[in-house]
């Protein structure tokens, strides 16, 4: 599992400045954490993490020293400036269930045919143990038709016993629709139309 560094933060110093310098901020949250813990991250190393880790994500955090098993809980992007301004941890207790989010991430979208793949939820929420944390759901939509929809219960999070959903089972994660006729096909039918009748 992924291992970044950090340091405890000293909030004399402003967030601008440190980001400025080449941090990213961020907090810890957790049972055994009274309020939070601010701490600070170099950016360099932070965004080689998240590079392949998002929301949802599970990692180590190496802050001063001391190891922590943590959960990403949320990720700041400044996209005006294309960096991350804040990444916020929640540190896992191996007995304890913890609200997580699982992304969604369509495989062979390209290769649907005669319909239009339409992505309704991005991520998948649920309550799990860290043992058995899902960070992504993969769905295979390349035989998929006009029409078809896949739903939360329809995806292998929903049969784990170890994950309780707090998505719902009926919601839609991703549809096919029939593709849309445009005003020029419209208009070039009803011109056919127009010529099988006066013939």
Do not use: C, W
């Not at 969604?104 to 290769?111: F, G, Q, S, Y």
């Amino acid at each position: 599992m992924d291992t970044l560094k950090a340091e405890k933060r000293d909030l004399s110093t402003k967030a601008k400045k440190l980001r400025r310098e080449g941090y990213v901020t961020g907090n810890i949250i957790g049972r055994e954490i009274e309020g939070s813990l601010p701490i600070q991250m170099e950016a360099r190393e932070t965004e080689r993490v998240l590079r392949t880790k998002r929301k949802g994500g599970q990692l180590y955090l190496d802050v001063d020293g001391q190891k922590m098993d943590v959960l990403i809980k949320e990720i700041h992007y400044n996209a005006a400036l294309k960096r991350y301004d804040e990444v916020d941890f929640q540190a896992l207790v191996s007995t304890e269930k913890v609200h997580s989010v699982a992304e969604i991430i369509l495989l062979n979208h390209e290769k649907v045919q005669n319909g239009i793949v339409q992505t309704v939820l991005s991520e998948v929420a649920y309550k799990a143990l860290p043992s058995a944390l899902v960070e992504t759901i993969e769905i295979d939509v390349e035989n998929l038709k006009p029409g078809d929809t896949v739903k939360v219960g329809d995806l292998p999070i929903a049969s784990d016993p170890n994950v309780d959903l707090t998505t719902s089972r009926d919601a839609v994660v991703v549809l096919i629709a029939e593709p849309h006729i445009s005003a020029a096909d419209t208009e070039t039918a009803t011109e056919d139309t127009a010529d099988e009748k006066a013939k």
